[in-house]
């Protein structure tokens, strides 16, 4: 892809909002792609409503309109702004469209747009992919965090020290047998001989 298709490739990319879960182009960053006004699109849209069903095609709440302008740059309605909530049109939408206004820039550009949705689906589904493989690696690793901590235990206990031996080397006669007998013998060994 030349240079110019590579940053055209990008200024499409850029201007693909997620909205209500879908990936959307406004109505007015697509005439500006179209290289047609907003009025124009619109026109052609409201004369062609029936090939743009709600899956194709939706109007911004005010809501979702204050939220993509805190996001991107965009004129206020007191300097020559928007007078109407704007368009999101889907990947299907923006094919529609090109097709409606039936200019050679409008069908030469729709290719690039539909090229970005579909690498923008492509990266979510690497996402989802990525997400999933590192969700697996960590309920590994909080099972083995139980494992190394079980064997850490273990190990404290090998590795404590002895409780003193209070028995005493020898042995001892019942009581009532030792009498008449000798006293009580005790075995003693020195510690240095003893391996």
Same mark, same amino acid.
């Given at each position: 892809?030349?240079? !110019?298709?590579? $940053?055209? $490739?990008?200024?499409?990319?850029?201007?693909?909002?997620l909205?209500?879960? =879908?990936?959307?182009?406004?109505?007015?960053?697509?005439? *500006?792609l179209?290289?047609v /006004?907003?009025?124009?699109?619109?026109? =052609?849209?409201k @004369?062609?409503a #029936?090939?743009?069903?709600?899956?194709?095609?939706?109007? %911004?709440? =005010? $809501?979702?309109?204050?939220?993509l302008?805190?996001?991107?740059?965009? /004129?206020?309605?007191g300097?020559?702004?928007?007078?109407?909530l704007?368009?999101a049109?889907?990947?299907?939408?923006?094919v529609?469209?090109a097709?409606?206004l039936?200019?050679?820039?409008?069908? #030469?550009?729709?290719?690039?747009?539909?090229?970005a949705?579909?690498?923008? @689906? *492509?990266?979510? $589904?690497?996402?989802? =992919?990525? %997400?999933?493989?590192?969700?697996? %690696? *960590?309920?590994r690793? *909080?099972s083995?965090?139980a494992g190394i901590q079980d064997?850490?235990?273990?190990?404290?206990q %090998?590795?404590?020290?002895?409780p003193?031996? !209070?028995? @005493?080397?020898?042995?001892?006669?019942?009581d009532?047998?030792a #009498?008449?007998?000798? #006293?009580?013998?005790?075995l003693?060994?020195? !510690?240095?001989?003893?391996?």
């Amino acid at each position: 892809m030349p240079n !110019t298709g590579i $940053a055209l $490739a990008r200024k499409v990319d850029s201007v693909i909002h997620l909205l209500r879960g =879908q990936r959307v182009i406004l109505d007015s960053d697509l005439a *500006e792609l179209y290289g047609v /006004s907003v009025k124009h699109l619109n026109q =052609q849209i409201k @004369r062609n409503a #029936k090939r743009f069903p709600p899956d194709f095609l939706s109007q %911004l709440s =005010q $809501a979702e309109y204050e939220n993509l302008r805190s996001q991107i740059v965009t /004129s206020s309605s007191g300097h020559g702004g928007r007078r109407y909530l704007p368009l999101a049109f889907t990947e299907y939408g923006a094919v529609m469209a090109a097709n409606v206004l039936n200019s050679a820039r409008a069908i #030469k550009m729709s290719i690039f747009v539909v090229r970005a949705f579909v690498r923008m @689906r *492509e990266t979510f $589904a690497a996402n989802q =992919q990525l %997400l999933s493989k590192l969700s697996e %690696l *960590e309920e590994r690793i *909080e099972s083995h965090d139980a494992g190394i901590q079980d064997l850490f235990d273990i190990i404290r206990q %090998l590795t404590a020290p002895l409780p003193a031996k !209070t028995n @005493r080397i020898g042995f001892e006669l019942p009581d009532g047998a030792a #009498k008449g007998r000798r #006293k009580l013998h005790r075995l003693v060994f020195p !510690t240095s001989r003893i391996k």
